[in-house]
């Protein structure tokens, strides 16, 4: 597995083409996404890394509900004690009530969509704080929701407020190789443009994706051109 920092204490961790992300803090760690089932160990290793350990982690922050990002999070709430924070649409599928929804993805990107389903499905987990933008409820870490919908309808994406800004835009968007925003595999339906007009409206220098690299610099100004792009 590895892994990389973003700013200060802040680290993207990843393996297999999926990312999560460690925020560490005065109040102790906050993992955003856990990756699949079973990386419960791998990210521990990495907390070791860095001088923490599963004790530290106070919260596990999910952006949505499919395996591949909440895999980890109920043995890692068992190790830690973690609350487990998330928006209340997608809730449901978190805590295993219904089955996460697919992704309105493009026809000729289904078959990657089956493929992924071969990933082990990840245990509920319960729910312990519901997010939202603009909610009251002080969010671990330093970090603010934002609704991004349409990944799935309770998508959330977050920002860090920390030297300059880390959007930390889970499956909202993907960038390409030299540093531009795109909707990824999705269809721009009304929901995924949205969502990418909406982040085009903060300031942030840094921004993380789950599936692609991050944009390093003027992240915002990509997310704001790309925005100027849709019709």
């Given at each position: ?10 680290y ?8 999560a ?6 109040e ?7 990756l ?9 290793q ?20 499919h ?18 924070y998330a ?13 996460p929804?697919?992704?309105p ?15 082990p499905?990840?245990?509920?987990v ?13 969010l ?10 349409g990944h ?48 085009a ?14 944009i390093r610099?003027?992240?915002?100004g ?5 925005a100027e792009?849709?019709?």
């Open positions: 597995m590895r892994m990389e920092l973003l700013i200060d204490g802040a993207q961790i990843g393996v297999g083409g999926v990312n992300y460690i925020v560490d803090g005065d102790g760690v906050t993992l955003v996404d856990t699949i089932r079973g990386r419960e160990g791998a990210i521990a990495r907390l070791n890394e860095i001088g923490r350990s599963l004790a530290d982690v106070k919260a596990i922050v999910l952006t949505h509900s395996r591949d990002h909440s895999g980890s999070a109920a043995a890692i709430k068992a190790a830690s004690g973690a609350g487990v928006s209340k649409t997608d809730t449901p599928a978190i805590e295993g009530v219904v089955r929804p697919l992704p993805v493009r026809w000729y990107y289904q078959p990657m969509f089956w493929l992924a389903l071969l990933f499905e990840a245990p509920p319960e729910v312990d704080h519901s997010v939202s933008e603009g909610s009251k409820e002080r671990p870490g330093d970090l603010r929701a934002i609704d991004t919908p799935t309808p309770g998508h959330t994406s977050y920002l860090l407020d920390r030297d300059g800004g880390l959007l930390l835009v889970g499956d909202a968007a993907w960038t390409t190789k030299d540093g531009r925003v795109k909707r990824g595999y999705h269809r721009p339906t009304p929901e995924i443009d949205g969502s990418l007009r909406h982040l409206e903060f300031e942030f220098e840094i921004a993380a994706f789950c599936h692609s690299r991050p610099t003027q992240a915002s990509a997310f704001r051109r790309f792009s849709l019709t």
